[in-house]
């Protein structure tokens, strides 16, 4: 997604420490209108496997997700990291580690909204080292549910989060993926 | 709105200690359609105090606030509460008290993204004691910027909220606001 490509290279910059910071249109401040064309073109990419829920996990992956339900008019779930007051005793739960963080991180889905014979797709914001994702991945599995597809904004390719989920055989797409990122700059495959 | 009232009285549910459940279409499940509606509505609300920006917290409200910045084509900025790697040393930081979870918890916003002379709404899911909602009012007069109103999805009334944030002086506006909640039921202010 060209509009992807040109923020990244327009407002992205290297923290080091394969930090990319992103947080002027992702994941601090969000333009909506931009998230849209992202959610627009994240249901077109993956209008064919005919998913019926989408999940994402919180905090950064809700804009990207709620977009693209918006656009293909399906509700959407996001595994919440710490077990709210108001979900049942009985959940999904699973641990991923957080390689931005340093730390392994919950993910909580309730049965209530993520049941057998659900189609899923998986948004998130980054597809990077892919544990969260596999996180989801196995909440989805939990749940008995189909994993039909996994989408992100933006893919991190030499952090090889693509090989760890490939095996699932599902179609995994981003709109804009980073080959290499460093001092010198951001490289993105066209 | 309508269409907020009737979904609390069908899906929300009293959990006790104030708590009320609306996890399946508000903070753990979410349909995007209705809360476009509720985006829309709220820009209606707002939309003669001619904001520049909308404030919100993560996690339950990035939602609403997102779509109602798309219903005005306004920035978004959400406040983080744990300050991500790729944020500055130099932030705006406020502590909030919070009610449901019983712990004190840090809204922090890059002076980035929240700067002098922007006129800021703030959206947040729930106005319920309001010191979420007065930590994020304390982060736009950190940033010099004006605050000219205050949205959430749903009020409850018998917290004290309004009451709080009244002296502010700005137009505070909500879909649904909940007047009384006990073991017997949920009632609505018309």
């Given at each position: 997604?060209?509009?992807?490509?040109?923020?990244?290279?327009?407002?992205?910059?290297?923290?080091?420490?394969?930090?990319?910071?992103?947080?002027?249109?992702?994941?601090?401040?969000?333009?909506?209108?931009?998230?849209?064309?992202?959610?627009?073109?994240?249901?077109?990419?993956?209008?064919?496997?005919?998913?019926t829920?989408?999940?994402?996990?919180?905090?950064s992956?809700?804009?990207?997700?709620?977009?693209?339900?918006?656009?293909?008019?399906?509700?959407?779930?996001?595994?919440?990291?710490?077990?709210?007051?108001?979900?049942?005793?009985?959940?999904?739960?699973?641990?991923?580690?957080?390689?931005?963080?340093?730390?392994?991180?919950?993910?909580?889905?309730?049965?209530?909204?993520?049941?057998?014979?659900?189609?899923?797709?998986?948004?998130?914001?980054?597809?990077?080292?892919g544990?969260?994702?596999?996180?989801l991945?196995?909440?989805?599995?939990?749940?008995?549910?189909?994993?039909?597809g996994?989408?992100?904004?933006?893919?991190?390719?030499?952090?090889?989060?693509?090989?760890?989920?490939?095996?699932?055989?599902?179609?995994?797409?981003?709109?804009?993926?980073?080959?290499?990122?460093?001092?010198?700059?951001?490289?993105?495959?066209?």
């Open positions: 997604m060209q509009e992807m490509k040109d923020l990244i290279r327009k407002k992205g910059a290297y923290l080091g420490g394969g930090i990319l910071k992103v947080d002027s249109f992702i994941n601090h401040q969000v333009d909506p209108s931009f998230m849209k064309n992202c959610g627009e073109e994240l249901a077109r990419l993956f209008s064919e496997v005919s998913p829920r989408i999940l994402t996990a919180e905090i992956g809700i804009a990207p997700a709620i977009m693209t339900g918006l656009a293909m008019d399906i509700p959407v779930v996001f595994a919440r990291k710490t077990k709210p007051v108001t979900m049942p005793d009985q959940v999904y739960l699973t641990i991923a580690p957080s390689h931005t963080k340093g730390i392994n991180v919950e993910l909580i889905v309730s049965p209530e909204y993520l049941a057998k014979g659900e189609r899923v797709l998986i948004i998130d914001d980054f597809l990077a080292s544990s969260t994702i596999k996180g991945v196995r909440l989805v599995a939990a749940a008995g549910a189909t994993l039909v996994i989408g992100a904004l933006i893919e991190k390719e030499f952090e090889g989060g693509r090989d760890l989920l490939t095996p699932l055989g599902v179609p995994i797409e981003s709109l804009a993926c980073i080959t290499h990122l460093d001092e010198n700059g951001i490289v993105l495959k066209d």
